[in-house]
């Protein structure tokens, strides 16, 4: 494991790579459970997707063995697939509570995500919108899109976009098709906290892992700050770190 600063390319951008997907995944394990442990009333802004799966595991288990305390801690998440009930397997309400509030022991009125069945799109957006501003984040996590996405800002969305409605990007359908039982069933739209409201939290960690994001982390890091490649814009945090294991970081 090593890092990189890229003096030039991103000045603020630190960069870990690691040889694989549980070393990525234990490395940004220790730098959570820093945050909170530091600060048990955080505000974290935490993501779906498979790639944080491995840390969300290790949290758990740290909290098994070391007792962290979650008790007090308030999460928002980035994003929710429209149209499905947060009892609805794939949405994303159940990825978390199924895969880390409950064992953490956080409370439901602790976290907050878009309401996937909200019919007035406008109300909702407005309702995210605020919860975010009443809730600055002490911390980020996010997960990367083979096409350079950023929760579910895809390519050509604003950098100064607040939470809004996406029509998902044929390639976004198709990568997470895998986790429903067919294509047909992945929804099209979706609401997502906007670029703007990103990089408003404090401190961003991006994880990445597999050689399909390769293309999406080059981009970030190294290529212009462009809206075509939403997570370019990490770029200008003042406080970002990119954990991402060899497979993925093999064209920088
Ligand atoms: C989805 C989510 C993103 C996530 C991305 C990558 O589109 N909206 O927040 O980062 O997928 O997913 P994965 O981690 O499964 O590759």
Redesign the pocket.
């Known amino acids: 494991m090593y890092r990189r600063k890229f003096a030039k390319e991103t000045q603020n951008m630190n960069i870990i790579i690691t040889d694989d997907y549980e070393q990525m995944s234990a490395r940004a394990a220790e730098i959570a459970v820093r945050i909170v442990t530091e600060n048990p009333n955080a505000v974290l802004g935490l993501?779906?997707?498979?790639?944080?799966l491995g840390l969300y595991k290790r949290l758990i288990a740290d909290r098994a063995q070391n007792g962290t305390d979650y008790s007090a801690v308030r999460t928002v998440n980035?994003?929710e697939y429209m149209g499905l009930p947060k009892t609805h397997e794939q949405s994303?309400a159940y990825f978390m509570r199924k895969n880390l509030f409950d064992a953490l022991g956080i409370a439901p009125e602790n976290t907050n995500i878009e309401d996937g069945t909200a019919t007035d799109e406008q109300a909702e957006c407005a309702r995210y919108d605020a919860t975010l501003e009443k809730l600055p984040r002490d911390f980020q996590l996010?997960?990367?899109?083979?096409n350079g996405?950023?929760?579910?800002n895809e390519p050509n969305t604003p950098f100064g976009s607040t939470t809004h409605v996406v029509t998902?990007a044929d390639s976004?359908v198709k990568?997470?098709s895998r986790?429903f039982s067919q294509i047909s069933e992945v929804p099209r739209k979706?609401f997502?906290m906007g670029l703007k409201s990103i990089m408003q939290a404090k401190k961003i960690l991006v994880?990445a892992?597999?050689a399909?994001?390769a293309d999406a982390v080059f981009g970030m890091v190294r290529g212009e700050v462009t809206e075509s490649l939403p997570a370019s814009v990490l770029q200008l945090h003042p406080d970002c770190t990119l954990i991402v294991d060899k497979a993925a970081a093999s064209k920088l």
Do not use: C, E, Q, W
């Open positions: 993501a779906t997707g498979t790639t944080p980035l994003d994303y996010l997960g990367l899109g083979s996405h950023i929760a579910f998902l976004t990568d997470n986790l979706a997502t994880l892992s597999g399909n994001k």
